[in-house]
């Protein structure tokens, strides 16, 4: 090999290693960006692509200055805790009624439990009662990432256990809201006990890949590929996860369960035309809501009692 071809192959494996480190770069950069619990989400949430836009966050800051804001000052709960599969302490708020009849409530992206005290505050007075967990990395719940509603179906299917387990007799709805939907898809996929009974899921997202693709476009005007492979391979070194399987739309083929599909027609952060492909992909006794004007996670404000009543309706129907 003559001196002139060892330069151009070093210099080649130079640029190709750069490359590589860039990507890599990238892709941890991603992946803190949105997934690890401690990194700021103010990239995320402030982005003009997104503008008049409410993550999940910021939409519990919204109905804090609603007549539920009292929500957990006024009505008992207990603190209860159970171990994830993967030995993470998992915590969630408990409101006793009346009654078998439980609603299971999931939040959103980087927020918590106590944070959907409007909706817990709707089934409350409806009577019944309700489990209102932590998801992993969010709240009270150990972990140091966000699962994106993946691991979490596992850790929610734990909850509709220990729910079983204290009432043999309980009958459970799920309900959840944009990365909360997501995780009630996902959990709707997997065999579940004959008390689950039906599933309300309000603006989620197709499968994680899908919503990230979409996050890239819009925010920084970058392909998917190869930066969502890198960040996909991070992903799975650092939270044992893969976006390729985290596929609510995959979930709802195999679902059982009668659900109700609600989202905003104006929705921009997970993109409208989700509805349709998770409705239309879903096997199970279904129906959908389309809330005008409602941009994400605002249908339950800007729908108002046309959201309940639909809601309440749907439940009816597969209650005894």
Same mark, same amino acid.
């Not at 899921?201 to 190869?226: A, I």
């Given at each position: 090999?003559? &001196?002139?071809? &060892?330069?151009?192959?070093?210099?080649?494996?130079t640029?190709?290693?750069?490359?590589?480190? =860039?990507?890599? *770069?990238?892709?941890?950069?991603?992946?803190n960006?949105?997934?690890?619990k401690?990194?700021?989400?103010?990239?995320?949430?402030?982005?003009? =692509?997104?503008n008049?836009?409410?993550?999940?966050?910021?939409?519990t800051?919204i109905?804090k200055?609603?007549?539920?804001?009292?929500?957990?000052?006024?009505?008992?709960?207990?603190?209860?805790?159970?171990?994830?599969?993967?030995?993470l302490?998992?915590?969630? *708020?408990?409101?006793?009624?009346?009654?078998?009849?439980?609603?299971?409530?999931?939040?959103?992206?980087? #927020? /918590?439990?106590? %944070?959907?005290?409007?909706?817990?505050?709707?089934?409350? /007075?409806?009577?019944?009662? %309700?489990?209102?967990?932590?998801?992993?990395?969010?709240?009270?719940?150990e972990?140091?990432?966000?699962?994106?509603?993946?691991?979490?179906?596992?850790?929610?299917i734990?909850?509709?256990? *220990?729910?079983?387990?204290?009432? #043999?007799? $309980?009958?459970?709805?799920?309900?959840? $809201?944009?990365?909360?939907?997501?995780? $009630?898809?996902?959990?709707?996929?997997?065999?579940?006990?004959?008390?689950?009974?039906a599933?309300?899921e309000?603006?989620?997202?197709?499968?994680?890949?899908?919503?990230?693709?979409?996050?890239?476009?819009?925010?920084?005007n970058?392909?998917s590929?190869?930066?969502?492979d890198i960040?996909?391979? @991070?992903?799975?070194?650092?939270?044992?996860?893969?976006?390729?399987?985290?596929?609510?739309?995959?979930? @709802?083929?195999?679902?059982?369960?009668p659900?109700?599909?609600i989202?905003?027609?104006?929705?921009?952060? @997970?993109?409208?035309?989700?509805?349709?492909?998770?409705?239309?992909?879903?096997?199970?006794?279904?129906?959908?809501? @389309?809330?005008?004007?409602?941009?994400?996670?605002?249908c339950?404000?800007?729908?108002?009692?046309?959201?309940?009543?639909?809601?309440?309706?749907?439940?009816? &129907?597969?209650?005894?």
């Amino acid at each position: 090999m003559g &001196k002139k071809t &060892k330069i151009a192959l070093t210099g080649s494996l130079t640029m190709l290693a750069a490359g590589i480190g =860039s990507l890599f *770069y990238a892709g941890n950069y991603l992946y803190n960006l949105a997934l690890n619990k401690q990194a700021n989400k103010d990239a995320i949430f402030t982005n003009p =692509s997104t503008n008049n836009q409410i993550p999940d966050k910021d939409r519990t800051d919204i109905n804090k200055k609603g007549d539920s804001s009292n929500f957990f000052d006024t009505i008992h709960y207990q603190d209860v805790f159970l171990d994830s599969d993967d030995g993470l302490k998992l915590h969630a *708020y408990q409101f006793l009624n009346y009654g078998h009849d439980y609603v299971i409530i999931v939040h959103g992206y980087t #927020s /918590e439990g106590k %944070l959907m005290h409007a909706s817990a505050k709707h089934f409350y /007075e409806q009577g019944y009662n %309700l489990l209102l967990p932590d998801l992993r990395g969010h709240g009270q719940s150990e972990g140091d990432y966000i699962a994106m509603g993946w691991l979490d179906r596992l850790d929610i299917i734990n909850w509709i256990k *220990y729910l079983i387990d204290n009432d #043999s007799k $309980v009958k459970i709805i799920l309900y959840g $809201v944009s990365m909360g939907a997501a995780t $009630v898809m996902n959990v709707t996929g997997e065999k579940l006990p004959v008390n689950v009974i039906a599933a309300i899921e309000d603006c989620g997202f197709t499968s994680t890949w899908e919503m990230f693709s979409y996050q890239l476009k819009e925010m920084y005007n970058l392909p998917s590929r190869p930066f969502l492979d890198i960040a996909n391979i @991070v992903t799975q070194i650092r939270a044992g996860y893969s976006f390729g399987k985290a596929e609510a739309i995959e979930q @709802v083929k195999k679902s059982t369960t009668p659900t109700l599909f609600i989202h905003g027609d104006k929705d921009r952060f @997970v993109p409208f035309k989700m509805l349709n492909q998770l409705y239309q992909s879903a096997n199970c006794p279904k129906e959908k809501l @389309v809330i005008k004007g409602a941009g994400h996670a605002q249908c339950e404000k800007i729908g108002g009692q046309v959201y309940w009543s639909k809601i309440d309706s749907f439940i009816r &129907k597969y209650q005894d």
